[in-house]
């Protein structure tokens, strides 16, 4: 119901007459959104949970290509979804990097406390001269925050290389979703964390290559509060996928 | 300074041993940045205003190609650019469309107030029933908030079609930055804003096709915050490029 993440509260853009409809402004949001992910299940498959999440990656990146650089570490491709969604259905928190990533996810369809890391371990930083992103990542684990959690690494790769110092560690979140962006260490930071997240067994979802972002990470996330949505609605049954 | 436009408070990943490494921290995320965008420097021109920010597309989206994809309204590809940093240097407001590209924006170098439309306007969307977005922007238009401003799109087709009927009606920001995403009307709404822009003689940087999204609207947005603080250090003389 998103697009580029953002929280849906913000959102009723798309396929109208110009910009004025006469209509409902919330029913008629629903079905721009539901106009923008025809077009996107034109081009992606529709048949397994974790194409929901490719679905939704092209959605938030505007796309096609993006669906292939997706990678999803589990059991199965699918396994991440359900474990993000049975999460959510949990009530777990949702724990970003940064600001704009909180900023990102939806306020709807879900009960679970979304906070984010940045800001937390200042003093653990400035004794250890490691970045901010990182200890912000380890003072949140050392207070437990991480584990049963849903993690999400929107921006930042030292976060992502933190979070997987911390499985290795013993950390168990319930679910992770790492998508920084850019052309330091981001792509190695994501490899490094599938790697660890195969080795201790952590539902993982992130992506080959440069690209990513806060938004893709938020919108990611939101498809798998969806999807628990759609359990509760008795749409989707988790086990059977 | 930022990677996917996220506020430069938030960040300091990078290039480093690991995440963890002897050093300052601040001075450590600088150097870290700087690493970075050397490596877009090898990948994009760095001749004109306008380069910088091609170059901090490819920056904030990972991608060296999105650098073809921006459009720049204006007498040359520069004005934008230099229309937005005097905007900054000038302490207009910046009015974004939605949360998380407001979330987005740096708090660091410049003084001006930033601002969402959303959550504006929701007597005129039911009324009319034209959607929260376009009529967010109506609503703040109304009030003279887009008049000297700088106007920031990021995610709402609608809010860019509904900006661009303000201008036709005279509003006259300062400069638009406008990068809505997704596959119902983005690259439309995109590109009647152009139109209008053009028209109207209002400086607008944009990019074709459907990409696009909140991190990227907010990274733009950051460097022209950056190049005013460049043109405050003395680094950069505006009327010369």
Do not use: W
């Not at 949970?49 to 589990?74: M, N, W």
């Not at 993000?84 to 996810?105: C, F, H, N, S, Y």
């Not at 690494?153 to 850019?182: F, H, K, S, W």
């Not at 969806?226 to 988790?238: F, Q």
Request: proline share 3%.
């Amino acid at each position: 119901m998103t697009t580029d993440g953002h929280a849906t509260d913000d959102t009723d853009d798309g396929d109208v007459e110009e910009y004025a409809d006469l209509g409902a402004t919330t029913a008629n949001a629903m079905e721009i959104a539901e106009t923008s992910m025809d077009r996107v299940r034109n081009l992606v498959p529709d048949e397994t949970l974790a194409d929901r999440i490719r679905q939704k990656s092209v959605h938030a990146t505007g796309d096609p290509e993006f669906q292939h650089l997706l990678r999803f570490t589990g059991t199965d491709d699918s396994e991440p979804v359900r474990a993000g969604a049975r999460a959510v259905l949990d009530e777990a928190p949702v724990v970003t990097d940064i600001t704009m990533v909180k900023a990102g996810i939806t306020g709807r369809g879900h009960d679970c406390e979304v906070r984010k890391a940045i800001g937390n371990g200042a003093e653990l930083a400035a004794e250890t001269g490691m970045t901010r992103t990182a200890a912000s990542v380890l003072e949140l684990d050392s207070e437990g925050v991480y584990d049963g959690a849903i993690a999400v690494v929107g921006n930042a790769p030292t976060a992502a290389l933190a979070l997987a110092d911390c499985l290795e560690d013993g950390t168990r979140p319930a679910a992770i979703v790492a998508t920084p962006v850019g052309f330091v260490k981001a792509a190695e930071s994501r490899q490094r964390l599938r790697e660890v997240a195969a080795e201790q067994r952590v539902p993982l979802i992130t992506n080959v290559g440069r690209r990513g972002g806060s938004g893709l990470a938020a919108s990611l996330t939101n498809e798998l509060i969806h999807v628990a949505s759609d359990v509760r609605d008795g749409d989707v049954v988790l086990d059977e996928q």
